[in-house]
């Protein structure tokens, strides 16, 4: 009897080992998947501009994307893979042109420079709207023209208390823990673009 005690405590203990392991086996499956498909994700969304800080002033890049007005903008951004440009120490000046500018290109013209093979065109017309520099309108006055990111220049005009940026109406500024944006009535072409 002591014998058939100890092989049914045995046997037990066996199948809850068995039960143990492979509820292990099953979660570790389960984990090795939802990471493989997050790293996939996570890939995509590396470096400066996903890091998640709630306690500094916004960036250029959280500007724009807190603002109901530059979606578009947003979304070009992303197209193009520029987050993290607009994140760094800078100072950058960022001319943010609203929805309302992309809207007014030619038909077809945003939803041509979204799609993948146009990336090269879409980061050359957006780092047309970026510089080095924290400049507001009032000090924008005093140049004739500004160096852009995509290393051509950008005139600046003067029309009463009015500032044009490559022909954008600067209609709005806002200060950025790496800059300042301005926002811009009209999207800017660089010269190769128009």
């Known amino acids: 009897m002591k014998t058939t005690a100890k092989f049914r405590l045995l046997l037990g203990s ?12 099953e979660a570790k499956t389960e984990t090795t998947s939802s990471t493989s498909e997050a790293t996939t994700d ?11 800080d709630d306690g500094s002033t916004p960036n250029v890049l959280q500007i724009a994307i807190g603002s109901p007005d530059h979606t578009t903008l ?13 994140v760094n120490a800078g100072p950058l000046m960022v001319f ?19 799609k993948p093979e146009n990336k090269d065109a879409l980061a ?16 924008l006055m005093k140049f004739k023209k500004l160096g852009q990111a995509n290393d051509q220049n950008v005139m600046i005009e003067v029309k009463g208390d ?18 300042i944006v301005h926002v811009v009535d009209k999207v800017m072409l660089p010269p190769s673009e128009e």
Do not use: R, W
């Open 14 to 25: 066996f199948l809850m080992l068995m039960i143990f392991i492979g509820c292990k086996n």
């Open 42 to 52: 996570e890939a995509k969304e590396q470096g400066q501009a996903f890091i998640e």
């Open 74 to 86: 947003v979304a070009a951004v992303q197209a193009a893979d520029l987050e993290n440009a607009l």
């Open 96 to 114: 943010a042109p609203t929805n309302a500018a992309f809207d007014a290109l030619p038909e077809g013209t945003v939803e041509n420079l979204l």
């Open 124 to 139: 050359n017309i957006l780092k047309y709207h970026v510089t080095a520099g924290n400049y507001s309108k009032d000090f």
């Open 162 to 179: 009015d500032v044009y940026v490559g022909g954008a109406k600067i209609i709005g500024s806002v200060k950025a823990g790496n800059g």
